[in-house]
């Protein structure tokens, strides 16, 4: 992955991370930014956590989908 991008989510399942644009929050089970200073403050607060592991990054990434996708219950 791109040295300027990081995968982050946050640190506490319950609390919602704002995008430094403010144009939503970090995705529950993680995703990648674009590093900046935001984000640096972000991780040094403790509100985010840092996925460095692959192994790690898939598995958030894989529960994201399965949470995005639509269960056998809802109707279109």
């Given at each position: 992955?791109?040295q300027?991008?990081?995968f982050?989510?946050?640190?506490?399942?319950?609390?919602?991370?704002?995008?430094?644009?403010?144009?939503?929050?970090?995705?529950?089970?993680?995703?990648?930014?674009?590093?900046?200073i935001h984000?640096?403050?972000?991780?040094?607060?403790?509100?985010?956590?840092?996925?460095?592991?692959?192994?790690e990054?898939?598995?958030?990434?894989?529960?994201?989908?399965?949470?995005d996708a639509?269960?056998?219950?809802?109707?279109?």
């Open positions: 992955m791109n300027d991008k990081l982050l989510q946050p640190a506490k399942p319950n609390v919602r991370v704002r995008h430094a644009d403010r144009s939503g929050h970090l995705n529950i089970h993680g995703e990648y930014v674009t590093q900046s984000w640096k403050r972000r991780l040094r607060d403790g509100d985010v956590i840092q996925l460095t592991k692959e192994s990054i898939k598995k958030a990434i894989a529960n994201a989908k399965a949470a639509p269960t056998s219950n809802e109707e279109s």
